[in-house]
């Protein structure tokens, strides 16, 4: 069984979480507070505390993971800390992933979040997905795990 962990597992991540169980997946669904962890977890999604601002508590959670979901358009925070996320925590975690089972990373957030995702594919060989408005998440996990990108 494959297992994806969805960082930024707010509503659409939730959705998302509950499509993938449908077809038998794992997952595990992030959250930085309490609250949303529960929520998660009503979902019937596997909760975990995490933070994209500090990406070794993500990186704790991939061990045994396929694909990891960057869910982060609607990153909640200062320009600041929305910027530092979206630039240098992305990249370190892109770096880190290399030594990890994730297979391939599906991303929603930024055009330079892109770019640094797009690099690290290259760079790395990563497998990704990059996720469009309206986008639908679940297809791009699939295609993932298939080869395929576009």
Known sequence: MARALIVGCG???RKLGESLLIEGWAVRGTSRSEEGLEAIEAAGI?????DPDRPGTILE????????????GNLRGSAEEVEAIHGPRLERLLEHLV????RGVVYEGTQSGAEIVRAASRTWRIPVEMLA?????????RQILAGRQT
Do not use: Y
Not at 61 to 72: E, Y
């Open 46 to 50: 596997e909760p975990a505390l995490a």
């Open 133 to 141: 408005e309206g986008a639908d998440p679940a297809a791009a996990v």
């Open 99 to 102: 030594d990890t089972p994730v």
């Open 61 to 72: 959670l991939v061990n045994d993971v396929a694909v990891l979901v960057l869910l982060l």
């Open 11 to 13: 509503c659409r991540g």
